[in-house]
């Protein structure tokens, strides 16, 4: 990796450095702006709650610090290196984990197997290693027992805390989680939540898509709220939800609140 | 199917792999052995050698059905026997040439002479002047034109006397415009016309006769003589209309005003000393050789120790390995092609690459897979001549036409599957940092592979039958061998089921393995994986 320039413009540095800063970044998908000229940071072990209506780019945004989604301008700085098309995506990948709302479990392979088979193929854990890391981490999310079940013989609950474990084993700094719940029933999200609410705890640094206020509330230490690929808001949590900023940001509230 | 599994071998989902891949090349191995014609070393060429002789050895292409000519007497399907073959063997040896033969479908005789695949064509063929537009032809052996019936049918006075009745003949032979011939007068006489039933190959001409469903068939009177002993008497002559232009077999070759007056040189001395006069005492065509047909009443029923002895031969295991083994190898090299036309095919880019193979796709679906066999084996050495060579072999030849024919399909399967194995797996395997190539093989491929393998086998199945096919480029797998058992026996129902109990047990064994490699996927069934967990 190259040596991390400051980019022009950034606010002073800070004593600790931001673990994501973001600058004046924007996403293209052909004409339509997904995301139009982003600013924000993201300390280390901060959690960070995306809010915002269908179709405002909150997918999108947590896509790009992945480069699953790779943005067109501006800059995207993550534990100070810069990404771009030059960044190392293995490199990448291992530091920040994903949790996508479908599970997307690789369903030929056991839960064990799912955990395991990037640590190896991607980190090189050697195979006994992994299969203990996975067993640690399974038990973390309460599932110690299906190690060797296939996907399909779990729960949807059961299937998305397999998936954050999978992502744990990949040891990353960010985890990603993009609505982790919005395919469950109310138990099962409470489940998945108070795994959430361990991990917060930890104190790995964390953005989350979610519409669970009583989590956003709980556990976020800033609220970002986007529309048509823009922030309008960074708040902290009490102060978005008692007096949002924007009037975009009241309707959204009161439209939570109606349904 | 052993491609697919490659992939997810890491993942021991198949474990059939590896003894069939050791088959695979076991059968190549046969393969190579059976189709590769019989080379002899060269010796010291003379200026009074015909320039189709080529380094010492004289190719010369037949088609090995027609008794006593050419045709097989033993179970190698590889070493054609007969007048014709006893008359190439002396021409080469005048000319210090080692011999050798290229069995082929009647059909495909001219073709492979124009294409440089031989030197020489011989094969029972009439000397005739429409023929002679684009060949030369020299005499070696009279003959006459002879109508066939079946034993019980009173003697006729003349060709019109068959005007409305259906007679059979060869397909490719000049027996079926003579009677075009015929017609033109009957219908100048306003008589029906005599009807033309055209098979492949002589036996089935004559086992027309035998079942009754043509009333007779048009032939040599050699050849009749010979299959006297295998008729048991069923059928007699019943016309010799006596066609000046139906007299003589002939070698053919290409135009060569040099070449033929060497070639009819060297017949005329075979003839003086008394060469020819021996072979035709052998194999019993001197005119004392006509006897009169007489009427056995035929035995029929099935003959069970025909059946077990061609079921056990030696020639039906290798014409059945060699089915197997091309069906096998090309279906192999299918696989391999297609899986990344498929992944190409899948991506979301519209490159050129992706008309071109939509077009391959197309074209390749679209032509009769005979076609491209013939295509293959006849018309590709007229633009490229080094397909004419020795090492290009009726086995490679098929192998490279049933392979691209086949990748046509399969790139279809492929591409289903891939495209059914959901968008989020792709996803997750990339966020998990995993590279391109680790994402397909780990990931996309063996769920792809459960998607694709039923309709795979059952490609394969229908690709193990296509095989038979490969006889029109002389390729002796199982259909060959079977008609050419026939052609020497004339023991159709035996033959035909003794084939028939091969292909049912080797379709049989990939249905039985396609069952046991589905049981493997029983991660994508909530209620398998549980009760094979349990
Ligand atoms: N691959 C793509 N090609 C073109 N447009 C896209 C693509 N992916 C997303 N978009 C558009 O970008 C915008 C932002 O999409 P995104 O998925 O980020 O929204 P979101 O905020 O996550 O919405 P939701 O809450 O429904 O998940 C939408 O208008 C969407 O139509
Ligand atoms: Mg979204």
Same mark, same amino acid.
């Given at each position: 990796?190259?040596?991390?320039?400051?980019?022009?413009?950034?606010?002073?540095?800070?004593?600790?450095?931001?673990?994501?800063?973001?600058?004046?970044?924007?996403?293209?998908?052909?004409?339509?702006?997904?995301?139009?000229?982003?600013?924000?940071?993201?300390?280390?072990?901060?959690?960070?709650?995306?809010?915002?209506?269908?179709?405002?780019?909150?997918?999108?945004?947590?896509?790009?610090?992945?480069?699953?989604?790779?943005?067109?301008?501006?800059?995207?700085?993550?534990?100070?290196?810069?990404?771009?098309?030059?960044?190392?995506?293995?490199?990448?990948?291992?530091?920040?984990?994903?949790?996508?709302?479908?599970?997307?479990?690789?369903? &030929?392979?056991?839960?064990?197997?799912?955990?395991?088979?990037?640590?190896?193929?991607?980190?090189?854990?050697?195979?006994?290693?992994?299969?203990?890391?996975?067993?640690?981490?399974?038990?973390?999310?309460?599932?110690?027992?299906?190690?060797?079940?296939?996907?399909?013989?779990?729960?949807?609950?059961?299937?998305?805390?397999?998936?954050?474990?999978?992502?744990?084993?990949?040891?990353?700094?960010?985890?990603?989680?993009?609505?982790?719940?919005?395919?469950?029933?109310?138990?099962?999200?409470?489940?998945?939540?108070?795994?959430?609410?361990?991990?917060?705890?930890?104190?790995?640094?964390?953005?989350?898509?979610? &519409?669970?206020?009583?989590?956003?509330?709980?556990?976020?230490?800033?609220?970002?709220?986007?529309?048509?690929?823009?922030?309008?808001?960074?708040?902290?949590?009490?102060?978005?939800?008692?007096?949002?900023?924007?009037?975009?940001?009241?309707?959204?509230?009161?439209?939570?609140?109606?349904? | 199917? $052993?491609?697919?599994?490659?992939?997810?071998?890491?993942?021991?989902?198949?474990?059939?792999?590896?003894?069939?891949?050791?088959?695979?090349?076991?059968?190549?191995?046969?393969?190579?052995?059976?189709?590769?014609?019989?080379?002899?070393?060269?010796?010291?060429?003379?200026?009074?050698?015909?320039?189709?002789?080529?380094?010492?050895?004289?190719?010369?292409?037949?088609?090995?059905?027609?008794?006593?000519?050419?045709?097989?007497?033993?179970?190698?399907?590889?070493?054609?026997?007969?007048?014709?073959?006893?008359?190439?063997?002396?021409?080469?040896?005048?000319?210090?040439?080692?011999?050798?033969?290229?069995?082929?479908?009647?059909?495909?005789?001219?073709?492979?002479?124009?294409?440089?695949?031989?030197?020489?064509?011989?094969?029972?063929?009439?000397?005739?002047?429409?023929?002679?537009?684009?060949?030369?032809?020299?005499?070696?052996?009279?003959?006459?034109?002879?109508?066939? $019936?079946?034993?019980?049918?009173?003697?006729?006075?003349?060709?019109?006397?068959?005007?409305?009745?259906?007679?059979?003949?060869?397909?490719?032979?000049?027996?079926?415009?003579?009677?075009?011939?015929?017609?033109?007068?009957?219908?100048?006489?306003?008589?029906?016309?005599?009807?033309?039933?055209?098979?492949?190959?002589?036996?089935?001409?004559?086992?027309?006769?035998?079942?009754?469903?043509?009333?007779?068939?048009?032939?040599?009177?050699?050849?009749?003589?010979?299959?006297?002993?295998?008729? &048991?008497?069923?059928?007699?002559?019943?016309?010799?209309?006596?066609?000046?232009?139906?007299?003589?077999?002939?070698?053919?070759?290409?135009?060569?005003?040099?070449?033929?007056?060497?070639?009819?040189?060297?017949?005329?001395?075979?003839?003086?000393?008394?060469?020819?006069?021996?072979?035709?005492?052998?194999?019993?065509?001197?005119?004392?050789?006509?006897?009169?047909?007489?009427?056995?009443?035929?035995?029929?029923?099935?003959?069970?120790?025909?059946?077990?002895?061609?079921?056990?031969?030696?020639?039906?295991?290798?014409?059945?390995?060699?089915?197997?083994?091309?069906?096998?190898?090309?279906?192999?090299?299918?696989?391999?092609?297609?899986?990344?036309?498929?992944?190409?095919?899948?991506?979301?880019?519209?490159?050129?690459?992706?008309?071109?193979?939509? $077009?391959?796709?197309?074209?390749?679906?679209?032509?009769?897979?005979?076609?491209?066999?013939?295509?293959?084996?006849?018309?590709?050495?007229?633009?490229?001549?080094?397909?004419?060579?020795?090492?290009?072999?009726?086995?490679?030849?098929?192998?490279?036409?049933?392979?691209?024919?086949?990748?046509?399909?399969?790139?279809?399967?492929?591409?289903?599957?891939?495209?059914?194995?959901?968008?989020?797996?792709?996803? $997750?395997?990339?966020?998990?940092?995993?590279?391109?190539?680790?994402?397909?093989?780990?990931?996309?491929?063996?769920?792809?592979?459960?998607?694709?393998?039923?309709?795979?086998?059952?490609?394969?199945?229908?690709?193990?039958?296509?095989?038979?096919?490969?006889?029109?480029?002389?390729?002796?797998?199982?259909?060959?061998?079977?008609?050419?058992?026939?052609?020497?026996?004339?023991?159709?129902?035996?033959?035909?089921?003794?084939?028939?109990?091969?292909?049912?047990?080797?379709?049989?064994?990939?249905?039985?393995?396609?069952?046991?490699?589905?049981?493997?996927?029983?991660?994508?069934?909530?209620?398998?994986?549980?009760?094979?967990?349990?």
């Amino acid at each position: 990796m190259q040596p991390n320039p400051l980019p022009h413009g950034s606010p002073q540095p800070a004593q600790h450095p931001p673990m994501i800063a973001v600058h004046n970044m924007s996403k293209l998908y052909g004409e339509f702006v997904a995301l139009d000229r982003l600013n924000f940071d993201v300390q280390r072990g901060e959690k960070i709650v995306v809010l915002g209506p269908s179709g405002s780019g909150k997918s999108t945004l947590i896509r790009t610090f992945n480069r699953i989604e790779p943005h067109d301008s501006g800059s995207i700085i993550i534990d100070g290196k810069i990404i771009n098309e030059k960044t190392s995506l293995t490199e990448l990948r291992c530091m920040v984990g994903m949790v996508f709302q479908n599970y997307n479990l690789f369903p &030929h392979l056991s839960v064990l197997d799912n955990c395991t088979l990037a640590p190896q193929l991607v980190r090189n854990v050697a195979r006994k290693d992994a299969q203990e890391m996975a067993h640690n981490f399974l038990k973390q999310v309460g599932i110690p027992e299906q190690a060797h079940k296939y996907p399909i013989q779990l729960s949807g609950g059961q299937q998305q805390r397999v998936a954050i474990a999978r992502a744990l084993c990949m040891q990353p700094e960010v985890m990603l989680f993009d609505e982790p719940t919005a395919a469950l029933d109310p138990e099962a999200i409470t489940g998945v939540v108070s795994i959430m609410d361990t991990l917060a705890e930890q104190g790995i640094t964390t953005l989350c898509v979610t &519409h669970e206020m009583a989590f956003s509330r709980r556990i976020a230490d800033k609220i970002v709220f986007m529309d048509q690929g823009r922030i309008l808001e960074i708040t902290p949590p009490e102060q978005f939800f008692t007096a949002p900023q924007t009037e975009r940001a009241q309707n959204f509230l009161n439209q939570m609140i109606r349904y | 199917m $052993a491609a697919l599994s490659f992939f997810a071998a890491k993942n021991k989902v198949c474990k059939p792999n590896k003894w069939a891949s050791a088959l695979l090349i076991g059968l190549l191995g046969t393969g190579l052995a059976l189709s590769t014609p019989t080379m002899g070393r060269a010796q010291s060429s003379s200026e009074t050698v015909p320039s189709f002789v080529q380094d010492g050895t004289l190719t010369v292409c037949t088609n090995p059905t027609l008794p006593p000519m050419t045709f097989i007497q033993g179970s190698d399907a590889s070493k054609p026997e007969g007048m014709d073959i006893d008359v190439v063997r002396a021409l080469a040896q005048r000319w210090h040439a080692s011999l050798s033969l290229i069995t082929m479908d009647f059909t495909g005789l001219f073709p492979s002479l124009a294409a440089q695949r031989c030197g020489l064509v011989i094969s029972g063929i009439i000397q005739l002047a429409d023929r002679e537009k684009n060949f030369d032809a020299v005499a070696y052996q009279e003959t006459a034109l002879t109508v066939v $019936a079946r034993a019980n049918t009173p003697p006729i006075k003349s060709m019109a006397e068959l005007s409305g009745k259906t007679i059979a003949v060869q397909a490719g032979t000049s027996y079926a415009a003579r009677i075009e011939r015929e017609n033109v007068s009957l219908a100048a006489a306003g008589k029906a016309p005599i009807l033309v039933q055209q098979y492949p190959t002589e036996d089935q001409v004559v086992q027309q006769v035998l079942i009754g469903r043509v009333f007779a068939f048009v032939s040599q009177d050699v050849e009749l003589y010979y299959r006297q002993k295998q008729l &048991h008497g069923k059928v007699r002559i019943i016309l010799k209309p006596d066609y000046q232009d139906y007299r003589h077999f002939a070698a053919y070759l290409r135009k060569n005003k040099q070449d033929r007056a060497l070639l009819s040189q060297t017949i005329a001395e075979l003839e003086q000393d008394g060469t020819l006069a021996k072979l035709r005492q052998k194999w019993s065509l001197s005119s004392q050789a006509e006897q009169a047909l007489t009427a056995d009443e035929s035995s029929g029923g099935f003959n069970w120790q025909s059946f077990f002895s061609a079921l056990f031969s030696a020639a039906f295991l290798k014409g059945a390995a060699l089915t197997l083994g091309v069906a096998l190898l090309s279906h192999f090299i299918a696989i391999l092609i297609s899986i990344p036309m498929a992944v190409a095919l899948n991506s979301h880019k519209n490159s050129a690459l992706k008309w071109v193979l939509k $077009a391959y796709v197309s074209i390749f679906r679209g032509a009769p897979t005979l076609l491209q066999l013939l295509f293959i084996w006849n018309a590709l050495p007229q633009f490229f001549p080094i397909f004419r060579e020795q090492w290009f072999t009726p086995f490679l030849a098929t192998l490279v036409a049933l392979s691209i024919n086949e990748s046509a399909y399969q790139v279809e399967i492929n591409r289903a599957a891939l495209s059914a194995v959901d968008g989020g797996q792709e996803l $997750a395997a990339d966020a998990l940092g995993m590279k391109r190539k680790q994402v397909y093989r780990y990931v996309i491929f063996p769920q792809a592979l459960r998607i694709a393998l039923p309709p795979t086998i059952n490609e394969f199945i229908s690709l193990l039958k296509t095989t038979s096919l490969a006889s029109v480029i002389s390729l002796q797998e199982l259909l060959a061998i079977t008609q050419v058992q026939v052609a020497r026996t004339f023991e159709f129902t035996e033959y035909y089921a003794a084939a028939l109990v091969y292909y049912l047990a080797m379709v049989f064994f990939f249905l039985f393995l396609q069952k046991r490699v589905e049981r493997r996927f029983s991660w994508a069934d909530r209620k398998k994986a549980t009760a094979n967990a349990a």
